[in-house]
T-cell receptor, first 116, second 113 residues
Framework: GAGVSQSPSNKVTEKGKDVELRCDPI?????LYWYRQRLGQGLEFLIY????????KSGLPSDRFSAERTGESVSTLTIQRTQQEDSAVYLC??????????????FGDGTRLSIL | QQQVKQSPQSLIVQKGGISIINCAYE??????FPWYQQFPGKGPALLIA?????SEKKEGRFTISFNKSAKQFSLHIMDSQPGDSATYFC????????????FGTGTRLTVIP
């Protein structure tokens, strides 16, 4: 499809395990964002990639969280030594370039992560 | 600190009624204000957006009203329908070199048939 694709759609894992979440942005979109959405709450910014620039990691909650992106394609968000408070929906979004009214963010349907 | 404050947390409206969701912000550097609609199990989808150089923007049954001096903006859904039942998020960002949106906490709208 032409939209942002995320996988897996659901992930259940035990506390202490590492997880890797994947995001395929819309083709040609240079900007990619990761957000965390806890149950009943708004979206919490995690990290932003723009082309080949250094990513903005200012939203990552701890050093257990990291993300990579190869060029302007797929991104992976990795959470090491998962904790129960990491349970949330992780949303990925992409946009053509810097966020503007003519270049809005397009979201994937998210990965629902549950830590037992 | 919540950059964008949204209310109410939940809203129940009769079919055909007007749904109103309010947001407020502090940072006067914000210059792009989108609204997103999110259905259960889906990602947010852009619904309508406004820039601060206009006071109102209308698209179909959806209208954004913007009050720059009060640093407030609101979403009005006219003739609300059961299919409008979803969670609505307001957001704000800087357009120049923007790297992320600041989201409100969301409003769960239920339209009763």
């Amino acid at each position: 499809g032409a939209g942002v694709s995320q996988s897996p759609s659901n992930k259940v894992t035990e506390k202490g395990k590492d997880v890797e979440l994947r995001c395929d942005p819309i083709s040609g979109h240079t900007a990619l964002y990761w957000y965390r959405q806890r149950l009943g709450q708004g979206l919490e910014f995690l990290i932003y990639f723009q082309g080949n620039s250094a990513p903005d990691k200012s939203g990552l909650p701890s050093d257990r969280f990291s993300a990579e992106r190869t060029g302007e394609s797929v991104s992976t968000l990795t959470i090491q030594r998962t904790q129960q408070e990491d349970s949330a929906v992780y949303l990925c979004a992409s946009s053509l370039g810097f966020l503007t009214s003519n270049q809005p963010q397009h979201f994937g349907d998210g990965t629902r992560l549950s830590i037992l | 600190q919540q950059q964008v404050k949204q209310s109410p947390q939940s809203l129940i409206v009769q079919k055909g009624g007007i749904s109103i969701i309010n947001c407020a912000y502090e940072n006067t550097a914000f210059d792009y204000f989108p609204w997103y609609q999110q259905f259960p199990g889906k990602g947010p989808a852009l619904l309508i957006a406004i820039r601060p150089d206009v006071s109102e923007k209308k698209e179909g049954r959806f209208t954004i009203s913007f009050n720059k001096s009060a640093k407030q903006f609101s979403l009005h859904i006219m003739d609300s329908q059961p299919g409008d039942s979803a969670t609505y998020f307001c957001a704000a960002c800087y357009q120049t070199g923007a790297n992320n949106l600041f989201f409100g906490t969301g409003t769960r709208l239920t339209v009763i048939p």
